[in-house]
């Protein structure tokens, strides 16, 4: 834990060098924060011009998950500070780079325990005690076929390590047929070798959030924070699509929730920020489902509703710089905006004169150099007087905007 009251210039003696590794869009915020702070960034990723590279002193191509490649690039930077940005990377690399003393954050067990489904339900549910849905694991479609019908139906099959929903199957009748299917579709996307899986118990959902906590130094020691939950909601899908600021529901389940946030990111420890996710359910329950270690997704929110956004609060509470309380300025929503496209290079996105004739409207483009269909290249943000006229702007906004080939040319230069 390094307390810092001064920093210097980037590329000289004496700078602080921060490493990405996983350099997408959320990177590219990290990154942008810590150029502001004047720090000498490095984005990794396994493909060139990722979104962060665009804004980093240097890059690097390498297979992330490859402990040799991921290992070869840090000792060669030689890093202050390592930041994992994706789930993606080498655990091995991981851990033996912060045995070797390079400080990983918030800590490789974090990581580790935060990328695998299984571990992380031992950690939440078994050792901190926290509510989650019922689940069981399996390790074949036997196992699979037992555990569905202890955990019952409708249940969801999800493969030990995966992001954004790949590899979820909802199973809602007692089908060995479909149950043996869903477990072979888990395992088929599962990242690694893995052929676990977890089943968990289908909940009725009535609300998400996205508990952003951040653990800094202060007065010699470390504290945890919350910020105000984001709300969230996914239309059933199982990846981000809206996301708001501030919260609208009840202050007894906000308080629970936030409660969990705390406890996760005291359980994990290190520094930095956490993307807590809980549910509230249909029946009032208030669930732990999972933890990024990291800045989250449906936390872009923050670059217009609060006084630090996430990737500010991340970068400060890991360069061991202070951290007050960011409060919301501002109601605002995000959407999310994905292609269907496949490998369409320097994709169109197209309609933004529409979209930000809308007043509070912004937008960011990541970027990416390619498509695949569910790829992620744009959020929208909106602010307003209220979070109903801020998902009003968003959403309209998000109408107007759309994703289009193109032949690689740039047009109108
Ligand atoms: N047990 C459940 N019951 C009902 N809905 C669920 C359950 N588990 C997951 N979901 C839905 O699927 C979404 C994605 O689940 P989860 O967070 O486990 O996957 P993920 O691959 O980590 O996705 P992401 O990277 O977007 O967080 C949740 O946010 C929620 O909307
Ligand atoms: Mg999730």
Redesign the pocket.
Do not use: I
């Given at each position: 834990m390094k307390v810092r009251t001064c920093l210097q210039s980037p590329m000289y003696e004496g700078s602080v060098k921060l490493l990405l590794l996983g350099s997408g869009e959320l990177g590219k915020e990290v990154a942008i924060e810590a150029q502001r702070l004047g720090v000498e960034v490095v984005a990794v990723d396994r493909y060139d011009w990722a979104p962060a590279m665009h804004v980093a002193h240097r890059r690097y191509v390498i297979d992330m998950m490859n402990p040799n490649a991921v290992k070869s690039v840090v000792r060669r930077e030689s890093p202050d500070i390592v930041v994992p940005e994706i789930e993606a990377i080498s655990t091995e690399a991981i851990e033996d780079l912060e045995s070797e003393g390079f400080f990983v954050v918030p800590n490789a067990k974090a990581v580790k325990i935060a990328m695998n489904r299984i571990e992380l339900r031992r950690f939440a549910a078994r050792s901190l005690g926290l509510p989650t849905?019922k689940f069981e694991f399996a390790e074949s479609p036997e196992e699979a076929v037992e555990a569905c019908e202890r955990v019952g139906y409708p249940c969801?099959i999800?493969p030990e390590m995966?992001?954004?929903?790949?590899g979820?199957t909802k199973v809602v009748e007692p089908s060995r047929k479909k149950i043996v299917e869903a477990y072979e579709y888990a395992i088929s996307h599962s990242r690694g070798r893995s052929r676990k899986v977890i089943v968990?118990?289908?909940?009725d959902?009535s609300l998400?959030y996205t508990v952003l906590t951040y653990r800094y130094v202060k007065d010699g020691g470390i504290v945890t924070e919350v910020c105000d939950p984001v709300e969230q909601w996914?239309y059933g899908s199982?990846?981000?699509i809206e996301s708001w600021q501030p919260p609208t529901s009840d202050p007894n389940t906000l308080r629970k929730a936030a409660e969990i946030g705390v406890r996760v990111a005291e359980g994990l420890g290190g520094l930095g920020i956490f993307g807590v996710?809980v549910?509230l359910t249909k029946d009032g329950r208030v669930l732990f489902?999972?933890v990024a270690p990291r800045p989250h997704?449906t936390g872009m929110v923050t670059m217009v509703t609060q006084e630090l956004s996430e990737f500010a609060i991340h970068v400060r509470s890991i360069l061991g710089l202070p951290v007050p309380k960011p409060r919301v300025i501002s109601p605002g929503a995000s959407i999310a905006i994905y292609t269907d496209l496949e490998n369409v290079w320097s994709p169109k996105i197209c309609g933004l004169r529409e979209a930000l004739e809308i007043p509070g409207v912004d937008v960011r483009l990541f970027g990416k150099p390619f498509t695949y269909p569910g790829r992620r290249v744009a959020v929208v943000l909106a602010r307003g007087s209220s979070v109903e006229e801020a998902l009003g702007k968003a959403r309209e906004a998000a109408r107007k905007i759309s994703v289009e080939p193109s032949r690689g040319v740039r047009s109108g230069v």
């Open positions: 849905t969801l999800k995966s992001s954004s929903g790949h979820h968990e118990e289908f909940v959902l998400e996914r199982y990846h981000y996710e549910f489902s999972e997704d």
